[in-house]
Antibody, heavy 121, light 110 residues
Framework: EGQLVESGGGLVQPGGSLRLSCAAS????????MNWVRQAPGKGLEWVSA????????YFADSVKGRFTISRDNSKNTLYLQMSSLRAEDTAVYYC??????????????WGQGTLVTVSS | QSALTQSASVSGSPGQSITISCTGT?????????VSWYQQHPGKAPKLMIYDVSYRPSGVSDRFSGSKSGNTASLTISGLQAEDEADYYCSSYTRSNSLVFGGGTKLTVL
């Protein structure tokens, strides 16, 4: 059974930066595409970004394009989300999620417990 | 990319069946068979319940089923149980190489 554990959340000022990590275990990490999905307090799910297993292709929501970067270190079984120029509207719980075999932007079958990012002065 | 449209809430009594709809466009729901449904209990991470419109992951009860007609996908839960009370989200792959979620539907088991 796969497991994902996010870390790196916290309080950051508007305009600041933060890097989230997601440690994966229980599956062959480098063969699966990975996603970040966020959920603002009391709101619905919003897809943020995705990356292929090799790291060769990345995808971003328009709301974070140019401000967020997704990457992975397959030697460490770890996914990252580098967030910069943070805004109040980026405040959310950030989940990493694994895509099912053969898919990138669909069928997210393993999810972490989430890490809270709060953007406030 | 606009969020897919879901009704805000639905309710049903134990043993009954309910259906949650998810409406998109030909650029997402209607154009691809990559619709998924997720269940989320308060304070918990989402759980995949249906993928590729109508397929159930291993371990998901066969009381959950999915379908699609045109630009609208549907999730049906039969034999409602108390533990089904949760928020449900649909999602779809989009033509612009992104993933879009619905706004979520709160299911109340009366």
């Amino acid at each position: 059974e796969g497991q994902l554990v996010e870390s790196g959340g916290g309080l950051v000022q508007p305009g600041g930066s933060l890097r989230l990590s997601c440690a994966a275990s229980g599956f062959t990490f480098n063969t699966f595409d990975m996603n970040w999905v966020r959920q603002a307090p009391g709101k619905g799910l919003e897809w943020v970004s995705a990356i292929t297993g090799s790291g060769g292709r990345t995808y971003f929501a328009d709301s974070v394009k140019g401000r967020f970067t997704i990457s992975r270190d397959n030697s460490k079984n770890t996914l990252y989300l580098q967030m910069s120029s943070l805004r109040a509207e980026d405040t959310a719980v950030y989940y990493c999620a694994k895509a099912s075999a053969g898919r990138t932007l669909a069928a997210l079958d393993y999810w972490g417990q989430g890490t809270l990012v709060t953007v406030s002065s | 990319q606009s969020a897919l449209t879901q009704s805000a809430s639905v309710s049903g009594s134990p043993g009954q069946s309910i259906t949650i709809s998810c409406t998109g466009t030909s650029s997402d729901v209607g154009g691809y068979n990559y619709v998924s449904w997720y269940q989320q209990h308060p304070g918990k991470a989402p759980k995949l319940m249906i993928y590729d419109v109508s397929y159930r992951p291993s371990g998901v009860s066969d009381r959950f089923s999915g379908s699609k007609s045109g630009n609208t996908a549907s999730l049906t839960i039969s034999g409602l149980q108390a533990e089904d009370e949760a928020d449900y989200y649909c999602s779809s792959y989009t033509r612009s190489n992104s993933l879009v979620f619905g706004g979520g539907t709160k299911l109340t088991v009366l």
